[in-house]
């Protein structure tokens, strides 16, 4: 599902405009970045939690040529389904 379509799924689902959906979905993107950086967790009852984890700089050698490079740190967000979502999805 795109961004569009998500979107004109929840206006209809919560008869509001598209545009306040996007702005809405804008405003929650900025905040779950903005608490990723942060490296807490964000917990959704019913959906899941999203985490973050952060990397650090690190060397990596690439297998084919043998060369060296240096990979800078980096946050990683990773998603955990709730137990009732899993058994939504699973029916």
Do not use: W, Y
């Amino acid at each position: 599902m795109d961004t569009k379509t998500f979107n004109n799924h929840v206006a209809r689902q919560l008869s509001i405009s598209t545009a306040e959906v996007g702005r809405l979905t804008e405003c929650l993107g900025r905040v779950m970045a903005e608490i990723g950086t942060g490296l807490d967790s964000v917990a959704i009852p019913g959906f899941g939690t999203f985490t973050s984890v952060k990397h650090d700089e690190r060397v990596v050698t690439d297998p084919s040529t043998g060369s060296r490079t240096l990979m800078p740190p980096a946050i990683e967000t990773g998603f955990i389904t709730s137990v009732v979502l899993r058994k939504k999805l699973t029916r």
